[in-house]
């Protein structure tokens, strides 16, 4: 009698599935062996990236830093997710051949509304376990950002978590930028 094994994705193998068309026009992404299809953005989550995007893009120009929206990161051989948005160390060319590493990461951004369980129970462990230094969720039903700081590689999970409200500014990591939540949020 055989037994039937799990097919173990490889971030090399989910990049060539991709490139020939493997997975249509779904949103995908692959975290720890495993491809997850997306759901599609609904507006409040859309807006709330696409405001993200417009104040981070033109306050961080000139500067030696890359703003991804919605773009792949090499976390290890097994995990490429998404994050809704991203900022690295390096200008955009760093990433013309590469898509950003863990190291690279100075922040990962999610923004959830009906993602929070996926996000909190998938994503960030493997963003703690790759070492992103900081990692904010943007919880849209709350009005709240949950900064998480401090990665714990070995157990997988940020060792310092603060939920940010309405009238606090957080420091962009890496920069002397400062956002208010108030403008991340609807």
């Known amino acids: 009698m ?4 799990v097919f173990q994705w490889t971030a090399e193998r989910f990049e060539l599935a991709a490139e020939a068309g493997l997975f249509g026009d779904d949103r995908v992404e692959l975290l720890d062996g495993e491809v997850l299809v997306l759901a599609p953005m609904r507006p409040p989550h859309a807006a709330a990236v696409g ?3 417009y104040l981070l893009i033109p306050a961080l120009a000139g500067r030696d830093v890359t703003v991804g929206v ?6 290890d051989e097994v995990t490429e997710p998404l994050p809704d948005v991203w900022i690295a160390r390096g200008g955009p060319s760093s ?4 898509h950003p590493s863990a190291r690279d990461l100075l922040l990962a951004v999610e923004v959830s509304d009906t993602t ?3 996000d909190l129970r998938r994503r960030l462990p493997s963003y703690a376990a790759a070492g992103i230094p ?6 849209l039903g709350v009005g709240e950002v949950l ?5 714990d590689v070995g157990l997988s999970l940020y060792r310092s978590v603060h939920p940010a409200g309405r009238g606090v500014t957080l420091n962009v990591p890496g920069t002397d930028l400062s956002v208010a939540v108030d403008d991340l949020l609807p």
């Open 2 to 5: 055989s037994t039937a094994e």
């Open 51 to 53: 405001r993200l995007a």
């Open 70 to 75: 919605e773009r792949p990161v090499h976390l």
């Open 95 to 98: 990433y013309d051949d590469r």
């Open 116 to 118: 929070l369980g996926r």
């Open 134 to 139: 900081v990692v904010w969720v943007v919880v």
């Open 147 to 151: 900064e998480h700081r401090d990665p």
